[in-house]
C-alpha cells in the first residue's frame, strides 16, 4: 500500500513546515509541498509527523505482573517476580500483543522484548511473542533471555557468607538453544531479529558471553544486556571480575554498534570512555529506575561523552506502563536535578531524536529508520494535535513530550504498512483482547512474597541497611 | 440526585471488598453489601471506588503557555513566561474548564488555583475561573497570585549589583483587593473558596503576608503560598530575612493548619520540624520541580517527620499536564532515589491517602473528605479497571498508581453531584472546548525570549554557572 499524507507539520530547522509526504514501497517517497497523489491519501491538517521511536527495553510477559510488586529493590523485586508461575505460550501471546498496542500508541514503532522464558517450551516462547508482534505488525527485536547461573548468584557477597545456588541450565545448551532460535526466527527483512540478550553479568559465566558473541558476529545480531542497573551489580562486578563490568563486557567483545545496553546507572568515567569508544547504546529506563530505586542514570555524562542513548518502558511489573511518551519525558526531565546549569538540560526535540534516531542506532539500523529522510523504511507515527491535552496550540513538540497526552496517536506505520489508523489498531480488536486479558486473569487482594524472605537478610546486610 | 453505586470494589484491610455505596444529600450515605436502591443505580462491577484526589496546586490559566517554554530554572522560567500577554477574561474561563476536566479524568475532584490576575481585570479574572469551575461541578480553592514587589526582587543579590525594579502594586491595594474578592467569591457551601495566596516571601513584603494572615482569620480562609522552590530562593530568604524563609513565614502566622506550601524543597531540619509542629501542608509537585531543575522534595524526611503531603500538578506551563495520576506516581516514586532503605518508600496505598485525604487536611476539610466514610461529602471517583493500561488484573491500586491508566475514569462525584459518567464531562461539551481552544490559539514555530536576557546575566553569576 501507499500512502501521501498531506499538509502536514513536520519539524524544521527552526520551527516547522507544513508539507506532503509520500510512502511507497515500504520507504518514504518524497517530502515536499504539493505533492502528486499516490495510494491513499491522509489528511495531515492539524497534525504533527514523527519518525517512530522506539521502546529499547521492556519484557512483555511481566504484564502478567504489572501493578502487584510493591516497590523494592532490584534484587528483592525479582525474587518476588520469582514467585509467580511462568505464563503460558498463549498469555506470552497475549502480552507480546498488549505490550505492541501501548507502544504503538504511544509513539513506539519498535519494540525491544527482553523475552523470559518458559522453561522446557523456550522455542514456543519465542514463537507466541513473535506471533504477537507480526499480528499487531510492529517491528520486534526479541532478544531471548538466558542465564546460567542462579538468582541468588546475582547478590554480591559483601564478606559475608552467602554461598550461591547451582544453576540447572549451562552455558552450552543454552548456545544450541540461540543456534535454533536464530535459524528459526531471525527475519530482519520482515521487521523481526533475533538479539543475542544474556540477561546480565550478575546472571551469566563469561562462557556464555563469549558463546553468543561469537554467535552475533556469525549472524550480525544485535547485542542485547542489562547493565549496572544497582548498586549491588556494582560491588558484585568487582568480586566476580576485579574490575567493573563495563570492562569485563569490553573483555569479553560484547560492546559494540549494534550493542545495547539497558540501565547503566552505576558506572564510573572510565567506563563511559569505553561506552564512547566502542559506539555503545545506553536505554535509559527512567520509570523502573525510579520504582526499584535503581538511581538516576547519569545521562548527561553520557551525551556528554557521545555516547548515544534512547529510552525503554522497562517490563511492565517494574514500571508498569508501556507509555513510550511518559518514558521520554521522564527520562529527559529527570536530569535537570543532576546539574544546575540548564545549557546541559535535554530539550524536548532532543528528546525526540533519542527516542527515534538514538533507538535505529542501538539496533544498527540508523541509515534505515529514525528520521523524516528520503529513502529511509516509513516507521511513521501522526499526532492529532486537536487531543485536549495538546490544547491550545503552541509548539507541537513541546506539548507532546512536556505534557502527557492520551489518544494522540492518529496513525502509525511500520515499513509502510499502516498499522494505527484514526487511532485504532488496524490488525487487532482490542476489546477483544481486553475481553480476554480480563478473563485469564483476576484480582489479587493480599499476597505475601515466598522468596523474598530467602534474599532479605543477606540483602540488607551487605547493602549496609538496619536489620 | 440520589445514587446506590452497587457491587463496587473499595479498598480494605488487607485487600478489597465488594460492596455497595449509597449517595444521598450530597454525603456517603452507607458502605455495606446489599443496599437498598436509592436514586440512580450504577454499575460498580469491574470498578474501584475512591475518594477524589487533590489538584493541590496549579495555575490554571498557564494552560495557554503550556508546551512552549523550554526546561530552564524557574528564575529565567518566570521571565520567560513575563514574555506572553495576559489572558482576556474569557481565555481564564476557557483554562479553567480545561483544568478542570483534565484534573476530574485523571481523579481529582478538587483544584487548587493560584490564579494569575490580569492586571486591572483582578475581579473579572477571579469571576471567570469560578465560572469554569462551577460550570463543571468541581470543587475549587482560587488562591490570587498576588504580590507587591517586582520580579527582579526574586533573584538573590549574592553580593553582586543588583537593584531590584519598583513594583506597582502595594500590599494596602492588594489587601483591599482581596477583601472585596472573600465577599464576591467565599461560597465554602457551594464548594467554592478563596484561599489568601501570596505568590511568595521572595514577591510579597511582610506587611502583605501580615495583612493575609489577619484576612484568614477573619473569614477562616485556607493559606497558600509558593515556599523554597528553588536554591535561589534559599540564598534569598537568607539575604532578606536573616533566618530561613520557613522560620520568617512562623514569624508572620503564615503557618497552620489551613496552610498549604507549594514545593517546599530546599528546606532544613530546623524548618521541617517548624512545619510539623504548624501542622503545615506540603504540596508536592514532582513534575514542574524535575522540569525547572528546581530539585527533589524531601518527602520522606517530611513523612517521617509527620508532616502532611499532598500532590499537586502545578501550572500547565510548567508541567505541562494536569494528569494528577502522573503526579501521584512521579511524585511517589521519585524518592526511592533518595533512600536505599525500601522499608520507606511510599506504597500506592499511602500514595492514594495523600492525594486523597491529605489532599482534604491541608484544606482544613479532613473531617468533610477524602475518604470513603459514612457521613462525608460524596466526592468520589469511579475507576474504570477493564481499560488496556489497567489489565491483566492484579492489584486495583498498584495498576492505577504505578502504571499509565488513561480514560480510566468511569464516574466522579462532587458533592454527590454526578459530574462525570461513562468516562464523560457531564456539564461541559469537550469537543466544542477542544474546537474554541484550537480557534483562540495558534503554533508557535519559533520563538525567542525578550525577557530571559535582562535575568540571566546575573543568574549564572550569582548561581556560579559558567558564563
Avoid at 271 to 288: E, G, R
Avoid at 396 to 403: M, N, S
Amino acid at each position: 500500500m501507499n500512502f501521501t499524507i498531506q499538509n502536514v507539520l513536520i519539524p524544521a530547522e527552526p520551527g516547522y513546515q507544513t508539507i506532503d509526504v509520500q510512502i511507497q514501497a515500504g520507504r518514504i517517497a518524497a517530502i515536499a509541498p504539493n505533492l502528486e497523489v499516490i495510494g491513499t491519501v491522509v489528511d495531515g491538517r492539524h497534525k504533527l509527523l514523527l519518525p517512530g521511536f522506539v521502546n529499547a527495553h521492556t519484557h512483555s510477559s511481566e504484564m502478567w505482573q504489572r501493578g502487584i510488586i510493591p516497590p523494592a529493590p532490584l534484587e528483592l523485586w525479582i525474587a518476588e517476580l520469582y514467585d509467580f508461575a511462568p505464563p503460558d505460550p498463549e498469555q506470552v501471546y497475549l502480552s507480546a500483543l498488549g505490550t505492541a498496542i501501548e507502544t504503538l500508541l504511544s509513539g513506539g514503532t519498535t519494540v525491544v522484548d527482553h523475552l523470559t522464558l518458559i522453561p522446557g517450551q523456550e522455542i514456543e516462547t519465542i514463537a507466541a511473542a513473535v506471533r504477537g508482534y507480526r499480528e499487531v505488525g510492529i517491528r520486534a527485536f526479541v532478544g531471548p533471555l538466558i542465564q546460567d547461573e542462579s538468582l541468588t548468584a546475582s547478590l554480591p557477597a559483601g564478606g559475608k557468607a552467602w554461598e550461591p545456588l547451582p544453576c540447572a541450565e549451562t552455558a552450552e545448551s543454552l548456545l544450541m538453544l540461540m543456534q535454533e532460535v536464530v535459524e528459526k526466527f531471525h527475519r530482519p527483512d520482515e521487521g523481526i531479529e533475533i538479539m543475542v540478550a544474556p540477561t546480565g553479568f550478575q546472571l551469566c559465566s563469561d562462557e556464555l558471553f563469549k558463546g553468543l558473541v561469537a554467535l552475533s558476529q556469525q549472524h550480525q545480531l544485535c547485542r542485547h544486556t542489562h547493565l549496572l542497573e544497582t548498586k549491588a551489580q556494582k560491588m558484585l562486578a568487582h568480586e566476580k571480575y576485579g574490575c567493573s563490568a563495563v570492562q569485563q563486557m569490553q573483555h569479553l567483545g560484547f560492546l559494540g554498534a549494534k550493542t545495547s545496553l539497558a540501565h547503566c546507572v552505576w558506572l564510573d568515567d572510565a567506563d563511559i570512555t569505553l561506552l564512547a569508544a566502542t559506539q555503545s547504546t545506553v536505554v535509559h529506563n527512567p520509570l523502573s529506575n525510579l520504582r526499584l530505586g535503581s538511581g538516576i542514570a547519569p545521562v548527561f555524562k553520557y551525551l556528554q561523552a557521545g555516547v548515544n542513548v534512547t529510552f525503554g518502558c522497562d517490563g511492565a511489573a517494574s514500571n508498569d506502563s508501556q507509555d513510550l511518551l511518559e518514558a521520554i519525558k521522564i527520562g529527559s526531565l529527570l536530569h535537570d536535578v543532576t546539574d544546575f546549569d540548564y545549557r546541559n538540560w535535554i530539550s524536548p526535540r532532543q528528546a525526540i531524536a533519542m527516542a527515534s534516531l538514538g533507538g535505529a542506532k542501538g539496533l544498527g539500523l540508523a541509515e534505515e529508520l529514525g528520521s523524516l529522510t528520503v529513502g529511509k523504511q516509513a516507521d511513521l507515527v501522526l499526532y492529532d494535535l486537536t487531543r485536549l491535552a495538546l490544547l491550545p496550540r503552541t509548539d507541537p513538540i513541546g506539548l507532546l513530550v512536556l505534557g502527557r497526552p492520551t489518544e494522540a496517536v492518529h496513525s502509525a506505520w511500520v515499513k509502510g504498512d499502516r498499522v494505527v489508523a484514526d487511532g485504532q489498531v488496524v490488525n487487532v480488536d482490542v476489546d477483544q483482547l481486553r475481553q480476554t486479558l480480563f478473563d485469564r486473569s483476576e484480582w489479587v487482594f493480599n499476597r505475601h512474597s515466598l522468596n523474598v524472605q530467602q534474599f532479605e537478610t543477606h540483602y540488607r546486610s551487605v547493602m549496609g541497611l538496619p536489620t
